[in-house]
Every structure is written in C-alpha cells, then in structure tokens.
C-alpha cells in the first residue's frame, strides 16, 4: 500500500523521470532485500513431461546440485511454487493442465523454458506438439538444448536470478496475472499465434503431406 | 458422437475381498501343480455405513506418474473401487513423422521416444533397419552394440529404481544411484558426444568408433558399480518398511500376465521366463553367458528382485564383451548404405557418387517389411518397418512395452489401497514418451 | 519460592510481537491477485468433478482418534521432566542440587506406571485390531 | 526367489531335441522356409487364408478380414500352436491410395518359439470394421483403441472403442492416414483455441461422469451442458 507509492510532487513539474529514479532511499533499499531473499529461493515447480524432465532429475540430483540455488525444495503442487520450469515438449492435450497450472501458482512467479521443445516446438513439428508454450503462458527465461546440459540449466537459472534481482516493487507490470480473452482463452492475438508457430529452418520442406 | 458407456461391467476383483467383506492384501495360496493362485474369497457387499466414493485424479501433473500419466481412482475410503487410466498427454506423433524422414535420420526420434533407454533404442532400429536393408554388420560393431544396449539397461534400471525408491519413501538411494548414472553418461559422452539422447547407431554401423582410453573407463566402471549396488539392497532388500509396502501388492499369475502381453520384468516376475535375448535372440547374445532371473508370485516385490538381479547380469554381459571385443571396421564396407570415408570421398569418382547420393537422398531398401524385437529394460521393443523402395518408409511401427504393461494396471490396482496404486504405477516402470509416442 | 516470572513474560511478548509484525508486513506489502481458476481447487492439472466434503468411512475417524490419544501422552511427560529433579530427592533441593545420596527413583517410578497403563491400552487396541487399516 | 519353484519355461517346452535358438544371418529375402503353422492354417481354413508370403525371414498368413477372430482363437487355443503372446495389433496404409489398408497382427508362440503376422486386407471404400480380439487376448485393449484413434479402424467386439491418444473432440480426423496433413487440418492458433477452450467435462469419460453423477458430485454447469446433450469428451 503506502511503501511503494510513486512520489508524485516529482512528477507533476511536466519533466519526465525515469520511475526508477524517483524512488526513494527506503523503497530502493527494501527492493533489494525483498529480490535477494526471492532470487536465492526459488522454488521450481518441475512440470516435467518428458527428456529434459530426466535432464533436470540430473541436475537436482548430487553432481550438478541445484540446492546450491536454494532450489532443492521442489515444490509439486503450484501453491508453494515460484518457478514454473517447463521441461519437455507440450502437447496440445496437455495444454490446458499447462495453462491450469501457471494460473494457480500465487503471484510472484516466473517460467523457465526448459529445452528446444518448450521453447519452439523443438523437432515436433506436426499436428501434435505445441509450437513452444510462450503462445499459452509467459515465459521470462528460455533454455535451448535437447536436451540442455546442466550447466545450460543451471545458467538458465542464474539468469533468472539476475532479472529477480533488477525488479522493482513500484513496476506493476511486472506482477500482472495474464486474462485470457473469455471466448478464445488465448491471452496472445491469434495471427500472432500463426506467425510464431510458423516452421522455420529445415522443416520447411515438409509441407507436402503424404510423400 | 456421445460415447457407448463401458458395457463391461468391472466388478470388484474378487481376489481383493476376504471373506468378511473387507478388502485386504492378495493371499497366494499354492495349488496342486505348485504354482501360486490368488485366493478367490466370495465377493460380498460392503457393510452398509459405505461411505461416498470418491473421484480423484492422480493427474498429468503429479510427482508419483513418472511424466504424465493420469489415473482415475474412485476411492472408497482408502480401497481403490476403479481406477480408469487416461494416457495420450505426451502424444506427439512420432510415428507421422517417421513417414516423412529417411532411415538415418529416424534415428535422433528414437533416443527421444524412450529416453530411458536411448543407445538401447538406437541399436534396435539399427538392427531393423539393417534387416530392411539386408546387409549384415560387422563384429567389432556386434560387440559395440551389445555394450551399448547393456549401458542403456544398467542406466534404465538406475532411474527407475531411484524413482522407485523416492515413489516409497527412501530418498538417499536416490542420490547413490544417480552419480552412477552421471559416470556412465560422461561415458556415453566420450563416446558420442551426447549425454542422454545419443543416436549412436547408423544403419549399418556406429555414429563413431570408442575413443581409445575408453574400455579402462568401462573397466573401471564394471568393478565399482556392483559396490554401490549391494549398497542400496543392503538399504532396500530386508527394509520392514520397503518388504511391507511391495510383498503381496499388484499380483499377476503367470498365464494372465502372458494373455495381457506384458512383457521384460513384469512377465518374468510372474513366473514366465520369456527374454528375448534368449528366445530370440539378436547380435549373438546366444554365446553371451548370463541366466535371466524369475519370480514367483508376480507382486512389486519380485519385480523389485528381478530389476536388481537383471543390473548384476548386465555387468557379468558387460564383462564378457569387454574381454571379446575384437578389433577391425565398425561400418560396414557396403557404400549403398554407409557414407564413404572423407578421404575416400574427395579422391575417387564413384565413392563420391555413393556420398552424394547417401547425403542427398539416403539409402533406399528393396520393397518388403520387417520386424525386429529387442529386449529393452521395460520389455519386448519392437520395430516393424514396412518399406516401399523409397528412402523414406511407409510405416515406423513402434511397439512399446511400457504401453502394454500399463494397459494391465487396472487388474492390478483395484481392491489395493491408495498408497499401493503409487507402488504399483512405480513398479512397472513407466515411460510416457514410449506410451504416447 | 517466588519466582520472577519476567522471562516468562518476555517470551509472551516477543512471540506475539513477532507474529503481529508479521501479518502486519505481509497485510501491507500484499497485493492479492485472485482469478478464478486460481480459487478451484489444485488437483494435478485438471478441473475437478466432485468436492472434498463428503462422507468419509469411519476408518478414518479411528486413526485419529489413536494418534490423539497417544500423542497427548506425550504432553503429560512436558512437566514431568521438567520438575523430575525435585521429584526423586528425598529433602528440598540445595541451591537447585540434591545433596549427594539422597536421590529416590520416586519420579521414575511414577511415569513407568502412567506409562504401563498407556501400554495396556495400546496392547489392547493392536490385539483388537483397530490398527490394520482394512 | 527359491530354487524349487520351476518357472514356465518359455520356448523350451517343444522338447528337448530343440536346438537352442541363434541369432538370425544372411537372412534371404523371399525364400526363406515358412513357420510351420502357416501350413497348418491353409490345411485348417482353407480358402479364408488368401497368401503366405516370407519376407525376410517371417512369414505373413493374409487372411479375410470377417473371420481374424476365429483364425487367431484357433491359432490361440489349438494345443500345437499355442500363440499365447500378443505382441502387436497395428495398421499400415501405403502411399498409393488405392492400395487397400492392411491390419497386423503379431503373434508369439511362447512354447514353441515361433513368430507369425497375421495381415487383413480392407478395401478403402467399403466401411473399415474389422473383429476385435480383445476377448482371446486382453492386451489388445489398448492396441486396438490406439489403430481406431490413428487410423480409424472399427474394432467389431471391442467394449470401449474409444480415442486413446487424442482427446474424444478432436475433428481433425485420423492422424496416421496418408491424407491426413502432417501439420494437422487447422492452423495452429485454431488448435489452440479449441484445446483451451474445451469444457471441464469434455476431460472425463462417460464412465467418470456417470460415477461422479451417481453420487451428485457433478458441478451445476457441467451437470446443465450435460442435461442439454453436449457430446461428452475423452
């Protein structure tokens, strides 16, 4: 409530200022305790459907330690969540439980993208596979490789620790619950859907069907 | 188009009343050949303080499915009533795809399909893609194969005992079981390049030739791994807890489990030994000497028994083709199907006209079909590939053992209790990226 | 034997000041977001059928009611320990120690018999049964 | 696992004078040696068994489609064969559509070590219905519920012939059929909505909602839709 509010004697003398300049001592100062204490215990919520679920049991397990991050409590249920890490292609049949699920988690939250599959669709290029699950929930992090190394995890992760860390309490944008629209439940434009999804590198040439 | 509703009416398993009405644990009594038969107590109806029943979802999204899965449980109280698996969350058209890419390249498809158990699937297709080609490999690539397809048996078993054990409750064999499996990925690494989906195979030979250095890797390996093995059955074994949850759960007599078609540990611990290594067997696993274990009452706890026995024999396997593995070619020299050499390539004509021809179009088989089943950790995996003289084929039929097996998970589970469906889901080892394919 | 009881007091008041200053932070910074898929309830992924009020089998019930039974036996253990140093010396406590040889086995003999009578009860119902779930 | 208890030995019941299975080399094209139940079928069904044709070393019985069922009960039940083990139940469609859509069968003969594939013939015009063997072999179940969702096939006998992979609303069609896009029919924001916006109920089986309706559990809106006659899903 009152913490954050925008000081707005600044403001009304017609000059622009950058938001985050205008915060004060206090707000600054709470932000970066409030950001350290999230950025160094996230808590990922494993939605792991298939071989980068196996590649993040790899990296939680003893060699590539994620308790390092303060990630070693994995959290199955999305109310203790705060990290959603896709790992593993998404079919269209599991994209509602996708969608279900991101919503359920309490606000703060962010989702890491783990793979090829998640990201785009990855070699799943055909009638099943959704082409990469930015078109269902927002995705702060995307992780390449099929599947991505550990090390490409867990930089994946220090990465979103980074961007936890430059967040400010006065930006409300950042914490905005996604609405999808009532009739379609897309939160995206559909053309834009179409145009993301579209096949690019060598699969193109698979538009002939049955040769 | 509303559906037909079940017509089949699943009763209550009679082997999971006694004779009181209450549910309990499957007894096995032995019958006059010696084989163990549930008890068939007469059905009787449930004393009238019945509670509601209720609908649950163990769902896509749960930590005990192994991916995603999801069971339908009506519960009365803790006894499962019914339980209505739903499958297809991990669909994602592998065998559409295969119809539209060459037979080299179905490879990678076949690490990601049961990614347990990549270099296993690799060395199946291979084997009947070359059946398809009819070309006959060479020995050192036989050898090569059979050490990859124990690795990828040792690592399968690996996680599905670690899953099994966190499904339980022991969280440390986890994390024993695990490094194992990091030393035989950084393994696999220095072989391929890849840790977990390999492609290591090609038609007719290896993605690449062992690294020199790498059978003392190996060596190493064999000596130390059964350690850490006896380690987590000295943990697991004669656990009161562990034989409490498993000993009597999820039975299956040996001539259902055959009518069922499962197949791997799940059959052999009913009593049927069935390895396709052994009855049918491929890549010369006839002069290997192992013995493949069985149970006896078909429960979680022998498929428990019979897991861990296979891991021992995989390394006596892996001994003996260590010690046979002989020098010469891993490709063989047929240049219809085998990329030439580099140098080769770039010098005479017609090995080049071969490397285009492979790079352009890819090998093509005579017209025909044909099936090649392979004993993967989670049972008989077959290949069927029908072929029209195209380089790319008309059909990839996968046949998945893990989707079978599961297909029997409603006998098993109803009349146990809830946390039993948990040990029992765990104990056929489940992969949905082979039963979804 | 007065006894200050200001620790005791300060206790109190710092957990209650704690918790106090936590709801209160926690009211001031939140900003609750409610949609309503996130009211339904979590059930792996999928909309649910059916609710969790119903009515259950009495199996259920007796679980309960043993762990409550046997657990609070375990609360009346608190004071026991707590006071077990005056309870097994025959003369009054010497600067909180009890002068050498004086010490009586009277506090340990009282909790075994409390703890008999538990035991019986705790015989009966595993012989009744009452523990095997079905 | 006690060493008096003398598992069922697969394949070794035919005998001891068996040689001990060898892996399979240069094996011929066409003319390798037929299983021996393949003569056995043509001598007990005669006409009903169309071809039989060794192709890489395993042999293929075509048989007419109205009478798989009695062919693999036989093949199932008669103590010389004892096909015990269902290995697959698959579908193939070749790429000139007008060459009619064979259904597999695989079978083992765990006693005797055999292996056979049984293929039905169907005519793309007439409709595609084919006898189900869910009551020889109860591992068909599945397998037959998978080559009815990619495929299409009608499994005549089959007690829930129901998609098992896709969702029970999906209009696209068939996936495995050679005319079916590899991209699927719509585009891909179409897909899209129509998974995300699928009712609650479309999720559960008839069985479920009919479990759940039983004891009233069923939400209004769901229970409202349902009274309306909405199709209901998976």
Redesign the interface.
Known sequence: MGLDRLDTRRTDTGVEYVPSSQESWVTTKLDFLVNWGRANSLWPMPFGTACCAIEFMATAASKFDLARFGMERMSFSPRQADVLICAGRVPFKLAPVLRRIWMQMPQPKWCISMGACASSGGMFDNYAVVQGIDTIIPVDVYVPGCPPRPEGLMYGIMMLQQKVMRERMADKSLRHEIEPDPSSQLYIAPPLIDELSEPFGNSIHQTRSGL | MATVKRTVEVELSTTGLDARGRPQRVPLVTDQEGNLVPVNAAPAVEPELEGEHMLINIGPQHPATHGVLRLVLELDGETVVRCIPHIGYLHCGFEKIGEYRQYNQIIPWTDREDYLNSPGNNVAFALGAERLFGIEITERCKVLRVIASELSRLISHCVWLGTFCIDIGAFTPFLWIFQQRERVYTMLESWIGARMTTTLTRVGGMGADIPDGWTEDLANFIRTFPRVLDECSAVLTKNGIWVGRMVGVGAMSADEAVNYGLSGPLLRASGVAYDVRKDFPYLDYETYDFDVPVGQAGDVYDRYLVRMEEMRQCIRILDQALKRLPDGPVNVSDHRVILPPKSKAMSDMESMIHHFKQVMEGPRPPIGEAYVAVESPKGEKGYYMVSDGTSKPVRWRIRPPSFVNLSAIPRMVEGHLLSDVIAINASIDIVMGEIDR | MERSYLPLLLLVGFVALNAALILIISHLTLRPRPTAVKQTPYESGMPVLGDARERFSVKFYMVAVLFILFDIETVFMIPWGAHFRRLSCTVDLVAGACPDGRLSLFGFWEMLVFVVILLVGFIYVWKKGALQWD | ??AD?T?????RAAGGNVP????P???P?RDGTANPSADALRARFGTTVSRVDV??G?T?VIVDAPRVNEIVRWLHDDPTQRY?????V?A????DLERPIEV?W?LRS?PF?R?I?LKALLQKGQPLEVPSVWDI???????ER?CFD?FGIRFVGH??L???????QYK?GF??R???????RF???????Q????N??A??????????E??E???AD?RARLGS?E??G?
Do not use: C
């Not at chain 4, 072999?137 to 599945?142: E, F, L, S, T, V």
């Not at chain 4, 998974?195 to 699928?198: D, E, F, G, R, V």
């Open positions: 696992m006690s208890f598992p069922v030995l697969a394949g001990a299975p060898v892996t080399k240069n094996v094209y192709v890489w395993e293929t015990d083990y269902l290995v697959d698959t193939v469609e070749y790429r597999v695989h765990l070590r292996f594939r072999y109860k591992g068909a179940d599945w397998m998978e990619m007690p829930d129901r998609r098992i992979l896709m969702w029970e696209e996936p495995l050679k005319d079916f896009p590899l991209r699927g585009s891909r924001s179409e897909q899209l909505r998974i995300l916006s699928q609650p109920e999720k559960y089986s008839m069985e479920e909602i009919s479990i759940a039983a004891f559990d069923l939400p769901v006659g199709p209901v998976e």
